[in-house]
């Protein structure tokens, strides 16, 4: 099943981010994931206004579970962690299992609520 993990952060004031950018799409096409999208922010659509948005967005979709978790503990990319995570700031990293349709979700619940 597909995984995807959801990158939101904020550049770090150093080079650190870039470096890692340049080497960080080969070490994930590697263990079979791939950039779905990537986004600058462009405004508030609507949240809450106690949290601040983050800059930068990444969607990266991986094949598994398990290929996401190669990727993360593979020794080639031991140097390669440690710039993504000096270069940048406020950093959140989720993943979410690829649903074909939202019935996954409801399942469970009761009717009329939530």
Do not use: C, K
Not at 7 to 25: G, I, K, P, V
Not at 61 to 83: M, Q, V
Not at 86 to 103: I, M, V
Request: aromatic fraction near 12%.
């Amino acid at each position: 099943m597909s995984l995807y993990a959801l990158n939101l952060f904020d550049l770090a004031e150093n080079d650190l981010y870039l470096r890692y950018s340049r080497r960080s799409a080969q070490a994930v096409a590697r263990h079979g994931g791939r950039v779905v999208a990537l986004g600058r922010f462009a405004g508030d659509a609507g949240s809450d206004p106690g949290v601040a948005p983050r800059r930068v967005m990444i969607l990266v979709e991986w094949p598994s579970r398990e290929a996401f978790s190669a990727f993360l503990e593979d020794p080639e990319n031991a140097d390669l962690h440690p710039l993504r995570e000096g270069g940048t700031q406020n950093y959140l990293w989720w993943t979410y299992e690829r649903l074909e349709d939202l019935r996954p979700i409801f399942r469970g619940r009761r009717r009329g609520g939530l």
